[in-house]
Each structure stands twice: as C-alpha cells, then as structure tokens.
C-alpha cells in the first residue's frame, strides 16, 4: 500500500514539474504575462523601484487552493 501511495505522489509530482517547465518555456507567449498582471503594484522612484505582485499572487493561490481541493477530495 505504501509504494502505491508512493508511486501516485511520484506521478503528480511529475505532472506538476512538467506543468511548471512548460510555463517556464511559453509563459512569454501567453496573452497575459504572470507577474504582470493588472493589479500588481509597481512604484518607480528617483533611487529606486519596489514591485509586489499582488494580483499575481492571489491567481497563483487560488489555483493552488483549487488544485488541493480536488486532490484532497479523492
């Protein structure tokens, strides 16, 4: 039993790495571009700049949070 829970978790986990590759690889082809989303907060000052992705990471949270849920409903 413990190898085949093993096994699953090694499968998702894969399946995640792929997912998370792939955005790596086209997200500069997606229309909208993650970390750049409307809403992030970015202030540009004389000696410098601050940036917090606000929107960004409520959307990365809120697909997190989903993806839990369905894995945890199994």
């Not at 907060?41 to 917090?52: A, H, T």
């Not at 990365?60 to 989903?66: C, D, H, I, R, T």
Request: aromatic content about 10%; some cysteine.
């Amino acid at each position: 039993m413990v190898k085949e829970e093993l096994g699953r978790t090694l499968v998702v986990l894969g399946v995640v790495l792929i997912a998370a590759g792939l955005l790596f690889l086209f997200g500069d082809r997606l229309p909208m571009k993650l970390g750049r989303l409307p809403g992030d907060i970015v202030w540009k000052g004389e000696r410098g700049s601050f940036y917090f992705p606000i929107t960004t990471c409520l959307l990365v949270s809120a697909v997190v949070s989903l993806v839990l849920w369905v894995l945890s409903r199994r």
